[in-house]
């Protein structure tokens, strides 16, 4: 077998010589075996597996590694790192697990490599290439992970049910691996992760949500959000989402269905070539006030208005409860579901460009994203429609774009600082300055004045003399 790039090769030649010096037996085993096999070699994490000790097989590779890299030891883990060229080379004693109902955190005891192997999640992520002068590299096999590779399925290798219910992390990885993999995952053991979706209240919230986030930063994450769905673990890790789910129709008059609408928002901005996690967080949340704004007006049919300033009020207890960071991320997440319906109110011909530098000010760099999220957020079947709203919004696009070139509101600072106005008129820290700011601000986003120092302080003094303040 081909144990893929030089460097690698490299690095399994020592390991070799090194396991046989110390009479141990060693294997690259799991993500890595799985990734080579697929041609996805995406990773430079290796997972060694050796029968043995595991220090003593890190400090004898390490000696043959110019320059000497450094050995981690995980002592609560069993593991040791050791890093070399970019790569990293994780060293861990095979084991074998036996679980409590209760809890996550297995009994473990040293095991052979066959008992190594059955305590994996799936058998594509069982495999193992061997490391020993006799049989170097050979694929061990046991439970024909290579044949559920090529068949593009996810198996349990021992029973499904016992698999998901001793650690339910193994359900979101289940799916996280069908998104990302596009693999399908066996029919009953799908049935068992229903059955146990429940036992995922005993995963800490961050290793759920860490799955999650690499779902939702897959080529397709609607695959992956449609089996959580399914599976009844999105109910308990996302209700929000699934409320948005049916169509109600009355007087001839239907919507269309929030949730699935959503799924196909957040594969849109998937293939807008954004990778950015946070913008995919606010496809998918971008309509979740939906369900507490709908409202039917006769002879007019189902609307929600205002849903994105009470979708975006919702993003504070969700990221809470999902323990997603606070700061930065949040404000923008929030920020951007707010505003997501402006630009459709602004993309009639008669909108003044006044109310066009105000997105710019408010935006600021983030209006990029707000466009791209308005383009995704366009689902319809009907092609003329879809070519329409298209159009509809790039002609904006445009039309912002000539007017920051001409007017540079995007990176907009006031040319006239607070400092400014008390020093003009010898005044101490007061009400009548922000007053003045926010007027000299305005008269600029509503083109009374030009975006310059002169104007601004020219405005700010009469403006301040309006308020009964002297100029020194
Ligand atoms: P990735 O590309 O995301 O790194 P991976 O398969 O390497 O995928 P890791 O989380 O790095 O995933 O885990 C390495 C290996 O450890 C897996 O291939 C699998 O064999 C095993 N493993 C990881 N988590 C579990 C788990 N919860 N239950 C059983 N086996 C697991
Ligand atoms: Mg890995």
Known sequence: MNLSSAVHRKIFYIISISSEKIKQNSYVIGGYVRDILMGRMKSNDLDILTIGEVTKLAKEVSKYIIPYPKIRIFKRFGTVML???????????????SYHYSSRNPIIELGSLQEDQNRRDFTINALAISLNLDNYGELIDPFRGLSDLKKKILRTPLDANLTYSD???????????ATQLQFDIEQSSFQSIQKNKNRINIVSIERIVDEFNKILL?????????????????????????????????????????????????????????????????????????????????????????????????????????????????????????????????????????????????????????????????????????????KNIYLL??????????????????????????????IDPCKKIGIIKNFVKDSILEGKISNNFHSAYFLMLKKGEELGLKKK
Not at 83 to 97: A, C, D, M, P
Not at 167 to 177: K, N, Q, S, T, V
Request: charge should be positive; glycine fraction near 4%; aromatic fraction near 10%.
């Open 397 to 426: 696009i445009e039309r912002i774009k000539k007017l920051e070139e001409r007017d540079r509101i995007q990176n907009w600072k006031s040319p006239i600082s607070g400092n400014d106005i008390m020093e003009a008129f010898h």
């Open 167 to 177: 650690d339910p992390l193994r359900m979101m990885r289940a799916i996280r691996f």
């Open 218 to 390: 897959s080529e397709k994450p609607s695959i992956g959000l449609l089996l959580l769905y399914k599976s009844g673990l999105l109910s308990i890790i996302l209700p929000e989402l699934v409320l948005l789910k049916g169509i109600e129709e009355k007087n001839g008059y239907k919507h269309k269905d929030n949730f699935y609408h959503t799924l196909q928002v957040v594969d849109n901005i998937s293939q807008e070539k954004t990778n950015s996690l946070w913008l995919r967080w606010v496809a998918l949340l971008h309509d979740i006030g939906k369900t507490y704004t709908k409202k039917f007006f006769p002879k007019i049919g189902w609307a929600f208005h205002a849903h994105e300033l009470v979708g975006s009020k919702m993003v504070s207890n969700i990221f809470q409860r999902l323990k997603l960071p606070k700061g930065s991320s949040i404000k923008y997440v929030k920020k951007l579901i707010k505003h997501s319906y402006r630009p459709i109110t602004l993309i009639e011909k008669k909108t003044s460009d006044s109310a066009i530098r105000r997105l710019l000010f408010d935006m600021g760099k983030d209006l990029e994203d707000l466009m791209k999220l308005c383009i995704a957020d366009i689902t319809t079947n009907n092609i003329d429609k879809k070519n329409q709203y298209k």
């Open 83 to 97: 890093e070399y060229e970019n790569q990293k080379i994780e060293f861990v004693g095979s084991r074998k697990e």
